[in-house]
């Protein structure tokens, strides 16, 4: 049977929360791309958005002087993306003043995202991992999916990516195939009788993950 209690340490510092991206934490934001740094992320070989954050902008200025152009930049991708892409909503997760992760829906499907990229993508900065933020993250961002008229989103993730397949089939997702090293899953962006633990349950402590 799975544990869902209050945290200790979460209630303490205050209740996580999706917002829209915004410069006022951009220093939060620049400490979070750092920890990705260390961790190794932004080579050559990284396709994801970190590791294009971290190429394009992270790198080439100093501190977080860098974050109010990005935000700008990736802010017109929600209404007038480059070719070939479709829109893109972002959110992200915080607490208080701080950035703990990103979240970011594509508001349709193209092929490659049929494939690959699927509906939602997110990431977590290291130093919050492994307490239940990304599972909360992707609940509370579904309904926003919702809105967008997604009613399954598809998330994908590598084959060995553990903890991103947990967090999905945590939300109900339904495995479907394997495509390269990918897993495709679907995920209702409505509650369907608790497959997924409800955004203001969360907010209020009565499902959070065990520490
Ligand atoms: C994947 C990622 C978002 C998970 O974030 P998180 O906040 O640590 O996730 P959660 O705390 O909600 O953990 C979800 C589950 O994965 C487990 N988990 C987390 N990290 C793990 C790890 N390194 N190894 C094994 N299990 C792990 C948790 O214990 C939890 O399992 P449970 O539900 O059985 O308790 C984060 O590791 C990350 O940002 N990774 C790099 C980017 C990435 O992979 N993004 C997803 C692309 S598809």
């Known amino acids: 049977m799975r544990l869902w209690t209050r945290s200790a340490s979460l209630s303490v510092m205050g209740m996580p929360e999706l ?44 501190g977080s002087t860098w974050v109010a152009d990005f935000l700008e930049f990736e802010g017109r991708w929600e209404t007038d993306p480059p070719e070939y892409f479709v829109p893109m909503s972002v959110y992200w997760w915080v607490e208080g003043d701080r950035y703990l992760g990103r979240i970011s829906i594509r508001h349709r499907l193209n092929q490659q995202l049929s494939d690959i990229g699927g509906h939602i993508g997110y990431d977590m900065r290291p130093s919050a991992r492994r307490r239940g933020h990304a599972t909360a993250m992707l609940a509370a961002a579904l309904p926003r999916a919702a809105e967008l008229g997604i009613d399954r989103a598809l998330i994908t993730c590598d084959r060995d990516n553990v903890a991103s397949r947990k967090v999905i089939e945590r939300n109900g997702g339904v495995y479907e195939d394997r495509r390269g090293k990918k897993l495709r899953f679907w995920v209702p962006t409505r509650p369907r009788g608790g497959g997924r633990p409800d955004r203001q349950e969360w907010l209020s402590g009565e499902t959070r993950p065990v520490l």
């Open 19 to 62: 917002i829209r991206p915004t410069v006022r934490l951009g220093e939060s934001f620049a400490e979070a791309i750092d920890e990705f740094i260390a961790e190794g992320r932004g080579g050559p070989d990284d396709n994801s958005l970190t590791g294009d954050i971290i190429r394009n902008f992270a790198n080439r200025r100093e």
